[in-house]
């Protein structure tokens, strides 16, 4: 599969000259910011972590210790996350967002909604090294009701494969008696269906659905549930359907209204670049009356927002 991502390896990569560039650029009176993020948005992840080995043996120094030393703000935070192994990014990110005060729903939603059954177990597995936890205990001591339930479901990474023929209309009527023609809804049955089929296997269910109610999947979530539990089953539905679009939609409501949700934007740009960020551009313009750049533009300044741009890689105009 060809990656999809707007961040490529570089050809002819050094590790030692790209440790130099960001020790000069850091080095003397005031930091060459520009230096740092046209290196670091140049070099795909496992190449900025040869860097940092490199670095700690010319120097003697941590180069993330040195780039928090010099950046600042939103700028630091993307860089940080830049030079952040993937699987460690979206381990600390969930352990962050349950450990702060209150709890993050948000990002629980967006990565285990988003994450191949295959990374989920990595991240559960890599959660229980780094912090000697059990994420979904965690989670549970953190969440309740059918939310908690879907989130220990989709913890679980144990979605069946392929289509199941037979399932198809049982599971489109089986969600339709729970939902629009009951009164009150059965929260349980949307859990059980949405957290245990293929995304393949549910895509169909969702035409049959559209068939037998003439109401979209998405539609009758909103009616019928609220909450958090409303935000992760429309997650999963739109992951199913189609990843990039999902999180094409989530930049937009990054970026849209008053003030930007940052942590959504950097988390999203960062861990997409190598994935899918060329599809989640296509998405963005076909949904809305602009291009990811123009928003991104628009929405951000500075070296924040040169660094954003790079990530984003061009503008579908």
Known sequence: MASRGTVKPSGNFNASADAETLRKAMKGLG????????????RSNAQRQEIKTTYKTLFGKDLISDLKGELGGKFETLIVALMTPPLAYDVTSLRNAIKGAGTDEKVLVQILASRTPQQVKDIVASYRQEYDDDLEEDI???????????????????????????????????????GEQKFGTDEQKFVTILGNRSAEHLRKVFDAYMKMTGYEMEETIKRETSGNLRDLLLAVVKCARDVPTYFAETLYYAMKGAGTDDDTLIRVMVSRSE???LDIRAAFRRLFACSLHSMIKGDTNGDYRKALLLLCAGDDA
């Open 275 to 277: 994935v899918d960020m």
């Open 31 to 42: 930091t060459d910011e520009d230096a740092i993020l046209e290196l670091l948005t140049s």
């Open 140 to 178: 549970c001591g953190d969440t309740s009701g059918h939310f908690k339930r879907l989130l220990v479901i989709l913890l679980q990474a144990n979605r069946q494969t392929g289509i199941q023929g037979a399932e198809i209309e049982n599971d489109a009527q089986v969600m339709f008696k729970a």
